[in-house]
């Protein structure tokens, strides 16, 4: 069943398909992650998610003072807000070392970070900086189970860590470990993985301290695990989906204590049998990953989610009889972050129930 806190007052001035956001929910979700992480100063969010401005200046106003991007132009997003530590959560390769220099003396006030889990990256990337007279301070990426990026904790790791210590132009600024792995949907189970890799970054970072390394950082966690490693007060955690929640974590992980803030909207354009309609809302506007059903239409009871192409979604229904086209039909995404990068812009409802304000999607096209 549909909250009415998702019905929109104004809704026949909304174009569809759109994204809106919630003013409120996105409010209490930032409070949520907050509280969960004791207090904002022990946190570094993600801004992959939603790639907003306005966003992150609620999460300023919240305090709210680091941050982690994936791309240059969500990390010079971050630099003209004002935000002072940005940890650009990707190794820098090819044109991004010169672009990342350029974002460097573009914003010498903003304390730029990056990972690194090769030995030629790190390198190529410190003859960059020392000719270009900047320095940027490099996170080792450790794979502690992701198996995607980063480098297994081990003596190469070490050398790798050493590597940077040495190198000009670059200073080593702690580790970097994402576990997208732990998804155990049983909380305590969850807890006991997160707690298991936490001890293999601990060992890792001890050998290095013996060695008479600093490791100034820890940041570690997604959304799912974030609240486990909120609880140890020398981490930075760096949730990302928290801010607008999504139906793949919502239905897997109901221990998490946040709502949806952000739907999507489409409307029927077509009736063409009497269990069946006909969305507007395509791939080119909601995610396409991961596989399986891309969301849930909160205002469709018992549908069930069919074809989609780039322009039409099809669902089946018990009975089309008190359906129209043009009827709204407010959607909860699978996956909420790569669905906010399909649209330009984004419709803000507030509390009462009406449009009054869009914000720009800013960091949506690559720098």
Not at 3 to 15: F, G, H, L, Q, T
Not at 23 to 41: Q, S
Not at 215 to 241: H, K
Not at 331 to 353: K, M, N, W
């Amino acid at each position: 069943m549909m909250e009415s806190r998702y019905v929109v007052a104004n809704i026949d001035e909304i174009p569809s398909p759109s994204m809106l956001i919630y003013r409120d929910g996105l409010r209490e979700n930032i409070a949520k992650t907050v509280e969960i992480a004791g207090g904002p100063e022990r946190l570094r969010p993600h801004v992959k998610t939603h790639k907003m401005r306005n966003v992150i200046e609620m999460q300023c106003q919240a305090g709210i003072a680091k941050f982690k991007c994936a791309t240059l132009s969500e990390a010079r997003m971050l630099a003209e807000i004002g935000v002072d530590d940005v940890l650009i959560a990707y190794q820098m390769i090819g044109p991004n070392i010169q672009r990342l220099i350029n974002l460097k003396k573009s914003f010498s006030g903003t304390n730029f970070r990056v990972i690194a889990d090769d030995p030629i990256a790190v390198e190529t990337l410190s003859a960059a900086t020392s000719r270009a007279g900047v320095t940027i301070d490099v996170l080792v990426d450790l794979d502690v189970g992701q198996n995607r990026t980063g480098i297994s904790p081990g003596p190469d790791a070490i050398e790798l860590y050493i590597l940077i210590d040495h190198l000009s132009g670059i200073t080593p600024g702690g580790l970097h470990a994402y576990d997208g792995h732990n998804h155990q949907t049983d909380f305590e189970e969850r807890l006991k993985a997160c707690q298991d890799t936490l001890s293999v970054v601990r060992a890792f970072q001890a050998e290095l301290v013996s060695q008479g390394l600093s490791v100034p950082r820890r940041v570690m966690g997604g959304s799912i695990s974030f609240p486990c490693y909120a609880r140890e007060e020398d981490l930075e955690p760096s949730p990302g989906t928290t801010v607008f929640w999504d139906w793949g974590y919502s239905r897997r992980f109901p221990d998490l204590p946040f709502k949806a803030a952000a739907l999507l909207l489409g409307r029927i354009i077509s009736i063409p049998t009497n269990t069946r309609v006909t969305l507007d809302l395509g791939s080119k506007a909601i995610a396409s990953d991961p596989d399986g059903q891309r969301g849930v239409a909160l205002n469709l009871p018992e549908s069930i989610p069919g074809r989609q192409n780039e322009e039409h979604w099809v669902f089946e229904c018990p009975d089309t009889t008190n359906l129209a086209v043009g009827q709204p039909i407010y959607v909860f995404p699978t996956h909420v972050c790569p669905s906010t990068a399909l649209h330009r812009q984004v419709y803000v409802i507030e509390e009462d129930g009406t449009c009054r304000e869009k914000w720009t999607v800013d960091a949506r096209d690559r720098e």
